[in-house]
């Protein structure tokens, strides 16, 4: 039986799917079988960020609607073993998705999988519902930035009220990535800081991912930035992140800005 | 700048961080943030154990946010044979 999580953000372009891409990944080279499935309909993306995009046949919408069974859908990565695609359509609306519709799919993914991530698209309506509809565990990506921060609080919100878990009454398990992160500028005051969104949103950090270049490089080549770098920053911040989603304790690594020897020397004898 | 706003300069981040929870602390009480869902339905359903036996499955309690009107819906299926109330009347 799969657990199932969704990555949410309400805000758009904060890092979902470049996260939800880094976690499947992730899971997989930590010998987990894993599925990513695309909740952005119309807007698909994931499949690019995975470098699958030539090799969508059928899509989540078909295998809701009956057209396809989900076998036929589902991609796997050729670089990693246990590592599985649901893409979304590109052409079609997010009203073909119907409730039963994808709490069958969900379930037949359940049994098929040890995790499946749900991509959520942007915003609160029925397709970020209907993405977070099924979850156990909720990744909610936030960048350190105000508009951001709000709309993470209203994710949370609904993720309290919208899900199968809230309305039975069971509590649903919250974890925050905070993305996108810069030290230098936070420690300058000039953006938020972890413990300030921390603070501001009460719920537990699982990684904080500063702002790379390395996202940008493996997107290009269309590979999860956990696999296309290990050893960067933001992949070994996924990483970690998925050893705390396994259950392991992990130090949490902050990120520090790579000063230059000269503003070192500087500082020690300003001091 | 000049020299004492260079000192007493702090960055523009507190003041976000200030906006943030003042605006957050309105849009808590207006759209709800809490599990104010669930606590509603556990105390909805020791208030009905009380009187009657019920399986927690059968109490469903929802709440739709609108712009002008918001609904709670609570749904409450009862056994066919009510059981003997907990507490005795007087
Ligand atoms: N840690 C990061 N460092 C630099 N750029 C990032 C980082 N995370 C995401 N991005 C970039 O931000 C943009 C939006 O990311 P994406 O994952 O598509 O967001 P969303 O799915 O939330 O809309 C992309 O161009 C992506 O490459
Ligand atoms: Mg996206």
């Known amino acids: ?271 | 700048m000049n020299l004492l706003g260079f000192l007493t300069r702090r960055g523009s981040a507190p003041v976000a961080r200030e906006r943030l929870q003042i605006l957050l602390a309105h849009e808590r009480a207006a759209f709800g943030r809490s599990d104010l869902v669930t606590v509603l339905r556990k105390e909805i359903l020791a208030v009905i154990a009380k009187h009657m036996a019920i399986d927690g499955e059968k109490v469903k309690v929802t709440m739709d946010r609108g712009g002008d009107v918001s609904t709670l819906e609570i749904d409450i299926e009862l056994p066919t044979t009510p059981a003997t109330p907990a507490l005795a009347t007087a």
Not at chain 1, 3 to 10: A, I, R, Y
Not at chain 1, 126 to 143: I, S, W
């Open chain 1, 1 to 271: 039986m799969a657990k199932v999580l969704v990555v949410t953000s309400g805000k758009g372009g904060v890092g979902k799917t470049t996260t939800t891409a880094a976690l499947g990944a992730a899971l997989a080279q930590q010998g987990q079988s894993v599925c990513v499935v695309d909740f952005d309909v119309g807007l698909r993306n994931l499949d690019l960020v995975m470098g699958a995009e030539r090799r969508v046949v059928y899509d989540l919408i078909n295998v809701v609607q009956g057209d396809a069974k989900l076998p036929q859908a589902l991609i796997r990565d050729k670089r990693l073993d246990g590592l599985s695609l649901l893409p979304a359509s590109q052409t079609r609306d997010k009203d073909a998705l119907t409730d039963a519709g994808v709490a069958r799919v969900m379930d037949e993914l359940r049994d098929k999988f040890d995790w499946v991530i749900c991509d959520s698209p942007a915003g609160i309506e029925r397709g970020a519902t209907l993405a977070m509809r099924h979850a156990d565990v909720a990744v909610v990506v936030c960048n350190p930035e105000v508009s951001s921060v709000r709309d993470s609080d209203r994710i949370i919100g609904l993720l309290d009220a919208k899900t199968a878990r809230a309305e039975k009454g069971e509590a649903m398990e919250k974890h925050l990535i905070l993305t996108r992160y810069e030290p230098g500028r936070a420690e300058r005051g000039e953006m938020l800081r972890i413990d300030d969104v921390l603070e501001i949103l009460s719920i537990p950090l699982l990684a904080v991912v500063p702002e790379s270049e390395e996202v940008l490089k493996a997107s290009n080549v269309g590979s999860p930035v956990t696999l296309n770098n290990p050893a960067s920053a933001p992949a070994r911040a996924y990483a970690d992140a998925v050893r705390r989603l396994k259950g392991e304790t992990v130090a949490m690594v902050i990120p520090t800005e790579r000063r230059s020897l000269m503003s070192k020397l500087f500082q020690r004898r300003a001091a």
